[in-house]
């Protein structure tokens, strides 16, 4: 299930074949210089040299460095966003079991990001950069709304206000946990994982 709600700012969407490969071009040069030298690196003069192009081809598709930036964060986005969807949240789960799904999911979550060229970098962004906050804060806001509409069939009770509630906390505690692993160099990363997944179980009140 693809995300629709970001509002990309690119100046126009790629259609014809040869079009589409300069976009993506230009996309994987900035995935090289996130994950070469982080953000501050990233500049549109940096991109197109590191894409063997010309100013004018960056500036055919993205007004701006936060614009790119924004194409980038989104598909991040799309791929851990992803995993929440696919999890199988349709029947009553005991605390054991909803701490080993949890748990699951956040593991992939982690394998995905690191395995997303410059994606901590785009972590750093999403959370620094005033102009790419609304990227991660829908994404929450949207995975939220799957959880509180699946927590029902979980076993979860509670009014809808009160499960939106849950499940952007639950949400927020899962990417605060991703966010330290990036940090500290993935040390203890079993542990962390373990116990977010405990606290979420918590959150939900399961078991």
């Known amino acids: 299930m693809r995300i629709e709600r970001f509002g990309v700012k690119a100046k126009q969407k790629p259609q014809q074949a040869r079009a589409q490969a300069t976009f993506e071009k230009l996309i994987e040069a900035a995935q090289a210089l996130l994950e070469e030298s982080g953000i501050e690196a990233l500049t549109s003069n940096a991109v197109v040299e590191k894409a063997g192009m010309t100013p004018p081809a960056f500036y055919r598709y993205f007004p701006n460095k936060h614009a790119l930036l924004e ?3 989104r598909r991040l986005m799309e791929r851990q966003n992803d995993i929440i969807l696919e999890m199988q949240l349709d029947r009553p789960l005991t605390r054991d079991e909803f701490i080993a799904i949890s748990k699951k999911m956040l593991e992939r979550t982690v394998d995905v990001t690191r395995k997303f060229r410059g994606g901590y970098a785009l972590l750093v962004s999403l959370r620094a950069i005033p102009e790419l906050q609304h990227v991660r804060l829908i994404s929450h ?3 939220a709304t799957v959880l509180a509409d699946r927590a029902p069939a979980m076993g979860v ?3 809808k206000r009160q499960l939106l509630a849950k499940s952007r906390l639950a949400i ?3 990417y605060a946990a991703l966010e330290m692993l990036f940090e500290t ?3 203890h990363q079993s542990l962390v994982l373990e116990s977010t997944a405990r606290a979420n179980a918590a959150i939900f009140e399961i078991g």
């Open 71 to 73: 194409e980038l964060g």
């Open 141 to 143: 806001e949207d995975m």
């Open 172 to 174: 927020e505690v899962g």
């Open 157 to 159: 009770g509670g009014t």
């Open 185 to 187: 160099g993935f040390r």
